[in-house]
């Protein structure tokens, strides 16, 4: 399922090349034909990302959410205009033997001024400027192909919802959620919704996910699930965030020191901004240069604990443990998170 920092890509591409004009909404599957009535032919005027919903908003006030959940995904096409933060183009989105997007202050300064290059040894997409011809889909995976072709293109598959304008064209597949809502529907929707550190930031917040964790007897590792308690933390930055804050998983939320509960909050606030920057779910910490590139192009050499189950714990040697943890598998060092 993509994590948060797949949202908000996803909603930087609306941004580039769909906020500010006239939107064609259709349903070609027919699932979605009557709510894409209702904004068929609407200026989209917003698109906003909370943890792992997307917002979009049409000038007569209604809204498109989406909730990708496992299978959904986003296919753009047409003349794509994508900005730095969309540049780890042919290659998957956090779990990726691709390269991501060289962002800037998280990269070991011998790397600020390398460019990010793919196959054919240029810019992996266009980076600012104008807007080329090209395909582009979005989910966990995040691929891109510019080869000829005729626009718009014909939906292909179960496309629930088509959104097209004069130049561009986003195929919606298999979302959990995807409805059009007015503007107190959404407002109830976010509000159950806990903070994210793109869109909530301050001290204030920072003190009520502390308040919400510790008040709590479920075990941390659950809490960190809990998309009302933060919004879009998954199953991978979950299991590294504990790591690196070297909390067992299965410590009470009560149990948890308020100081290690903030800084879980803020280390979350720094992993989704690298995260969007780079396409990358990057969780480790002070590489060398030579490092920072093997992860960029590897995730086996980019995670602390994930998907590294029985291989020795790069700290201390002993294996690291996967288990499951209501119903999702779990990554951790029973030594450095004793």
Not at 68 to 79: C, K, N, S, V
Not at 182 to 208: H, K, T
Not at 292 to 317: F, I
Request: net charge negative; glycine share 8%; hydrophobic share 40%.
């Amino acid at each position: 399922m993509p994590e948060g920092h797949s949202v908000h890509r996803i909603a930087l591409q609306f941004k580039r090349n769909f906020v500010g004009k006239r939107v064609a909404v259709s349903s070609p599957q027919g699932r979605f034909s009557a709510d894409a009535a209702l904004i068929d032919g609407q200026v989209m005027v917003d698109a906003r990302a909370i943890g792992k919903q997307l917002f979009l908003e049409f000038e007569n006030g209604l809204w498109l959410r989406v909730h990708l959940g496992i299978y959904g995904a986003w296919d753009f096409a047409g003349e794509i205009t994508v900005d730095d933060t969309i540049r780890s183009a042919r290659g998957r989105m956090g779990q990726t033997n691709q390269r991501g997007t060289v962002p800037g202050e998280d990269v070991p300064d011998a790397l600020l001024d390398t460019p990010v290059l793919d196959s054919r040894g240029e810019d992996s997409i266009a980076s600012m400027g104008a807007p080329r011809r090209a395909r582009l889909r979005m989910s966990e995976s995040e691929k891109e192909d510019d080869t000829a072709f005729a626009f718009p293109p014909a939906p292909v598959g179960a496309v629930r919802a088509r959104l097209l304008t004069d130049t561009a064209v986003a195929d919606l597949r298999g979302p959990t959620a995807c409805e059009v809502l007015d503007e107190a529907a959404v407002a109830r929707v976010i509000a159950g919704l806990g903070p994210d550190p793109l869109v909530d930031d301050g001290p204030e917040v920072e003190d009520r996910v502390a308040e919400t964790i510790t008040s709590k007897q479920t075990a941390v590792g659950q809490l960190l699930m809990d998309q009302s308690v933060m919004s879009g933390v998954g199953n991978v930055y979950r299991a590294e965030m504990l790591f690196r804050a070297g909390l067992n998983p299965h410590t009470p939320g009560k149990k948890v020191p308020k100081d290690t509960a903030r800084a879980l909050w803020r280390d979350w606030a720094r992993l989704l901004d690298t995260g969007v920057r780079t396409g990358q779910m990057m969780t480790m910490d002070d590489l060398s240069p030579e490092d920072w590139a093997k992860a960029m192009a590897s995730r086996e050499d980019r995670h602390w604990v994930y998907k590294r189950e029985g291989l020795p714990c790069r700290v201390c040697g002993t294996n690291i443990v996967m288990e499951m943890m209501a119903a999702r598998k779990l990554y951790w060092c029973p030594v450095c998170q004793a």
